[in-house]
């Protein structure tokens, strides 16, 4: 069964940092693009992270570059998004997503996402 299993959100003051953590199994994901979405109440689903599993290439939004960082561990299969310097607008439900590049262009695996709650 193919998972996508985040964990490490919580209740943050503003400035404070989180890691959150998605543990990917089930197939081989050395193909894949793994990255972070996040929703906040009454808005749309925005992208935030992804990195190619293969290589470690990077990409952020504008609105976290210097702030957070995507890094994975092949060993673990697991991708990590450290959140540092964090505001009250980066309140959110946040999702890891997976893609192969070969096959399409949308992220068609998605785990069942994990709350962040930035307090001011």
């Known amino acids: 069964q193919v998972q996508l299993v985040e964990s490490g959100g919580g209740l943050v003051q503003a400035g404070g940092s989180l890691r959150l953590s998605c543990a990917a199994s089930?197939?081989?994901?050395?193909?894949?693009?793994m990255a972070w979405f996040r929703q906040a109440p009454g808005k749309e689903r925005e992208f935030v992270a992804n990195?190619?599993?293969?290589?470690?290439?990077?990409v952020y939004a504008d609105s976290v570059k210097g702030r957070f960082a995507i890094s994975r561990d092949n060993a673990k299969s697991t991708v990590y998004l450290q959140m540092n310097s964090l505001k009250p607008e980066d309140t959110a439900v946040y999702f890891c997503?997976?893609?192969?590049?070969?096959?399409?262009?949308?992220?068609?695996?998605w785990g069942q996402g994990t709350q962040v709650t930035v307090s001011s």
């Open positions: 997503a997976a893609k192969n590049p070969r096959v399409g262009a949308t992220y068609d695996l």
């Open positions: 089930g197939r081989t994901f050395s193909n894949y693009v």
């Open positions: 990195i190619r599993w293969s290589g470690g290439v990077t």
